[in-house]
């Protein structure tokens, strides 16, 4: 049996009079490709930002690698091994992509601020470290040869490349990533299909946001449905296209 990674249940979270997560409850193995879909306002968003301490669930309960994140703080999830992209980029964007991935690693650097002001030894070799990992990843994703360019600069497809890194940097087990092929052309979204396929097969899982349902269809090893907060459907992708639940609340007509 696959080992359980991330484990929700009884998700619930309000704003004011708006019941945005219902009772959702999902569990993702270890080395899924997991999807989330469903239309605008469906509350996936609002699920990430939960599942990354943004958000503090009103009721619920939610384990992470045996480890309890129930209304933890970001940096508490991050250092439990979730790491996430956001649906509106959110780079530094007058800093470099270098710097950018950097600053990612910096949450788990040891010397700490003082260490790095004072210039030690040490703060100096993992200065140097922390640098090459930023230039390996910037690699990894593609994009290494954007390594000085400042983020603002780098094309639409590249900062989404780049927020990936970042997320890399913090070497999360779980890879959350919200709508990352936004509007991407036909090609990018193909390279990014590999490079998530790339992620997963170097022993990340990863749990997907998109709207692009055939992607979703030929990536994802399984995909919940949410519809005004509620999980309507979960199952492997040709469960879900068949739903009508979901094609009537979501597809419209079933995707090739
Ligand atoms: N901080 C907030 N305060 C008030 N309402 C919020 C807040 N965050 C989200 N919501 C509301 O919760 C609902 C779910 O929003 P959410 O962003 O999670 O949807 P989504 O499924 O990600 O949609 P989309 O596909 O458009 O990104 C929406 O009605 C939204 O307006
Ligand atoms: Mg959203």
Excluded: W
């Excluded at 939960?50 to 009103?58: A, R, S």
């Excluded at 970001?74 to 964007?93: K, S």
């Excluded at 270098?98 to 004072?118: C, D, K, P, Y």
């Excluded at 979204?189 to 990863?206: F, S």
């Amino acid at each position: 049996m696959t080992d359980v990674l991330l484990k929700i249940s009884g998700i619930n979270k309000r704003f004011g009079g708006l019941h945005a997560l219902s009772d959702v409850g999902l569990t993702i193995k270890q080395g899924e490709i997991y999807g989330l879909i469903g239309p605008n306002g469906a509350g996936k968003t609002t699920l990430f930002n939960v599942l990354t301490g943004l958000y503090q669930p009103d009721e619920g309960e939610f384990t992470f690698n045996g480890k309890d994140l129930f209304r933890k703080k970001p940096n508490v999830v991050v250092e439990a091994g979730i790491a996430r992209t956001f649906q509106n980029i959110r780079l530094f964007a007058n800093m470099s992509a270098l710097e950018n991935v950097m600053v990612g690693q910096h949450v788990r650097s040891v010397t700490g601020v003082f260490g790095a002001i004072l210039r030690t030894p040490k703060a100096r070799a993992e200065e140097a470290a922390i640098t090459a990992k930023a230039e390996a990843l910037l690699a990894y994703v593609g994009i290494a040869d954007r390594a000085q360019e400042l983020a603002r600069n780098l094309s639409y497809g590249d900062q989404r490349r780049l927020e990936i890194a970042r997320a890399l940097a913090t070497n999360p087990t779980l890879l959350a990533l919200d709508e990352p092929a936004a509007g991407m052309n036909p090609k990018e979204t193909d390279d990014l299909k590999k490079l998530m396929e790339k992620i997963r097969a170097d022993g990340v899982t990863i749990l997907l946001i998109e709207h692009d349902v055939k992607l979703m269809m030929g990536l994802c090893d399984r995909i919940a449905v949410l519809d005004y907060g509620k999980k309507i459907a979960e199952g492997v992708p040709e469960e879900v296209k068949s739903n009508p639940r979901v094609i009537e609340a979501y597809l419209g007509v079933a995707p090739e």
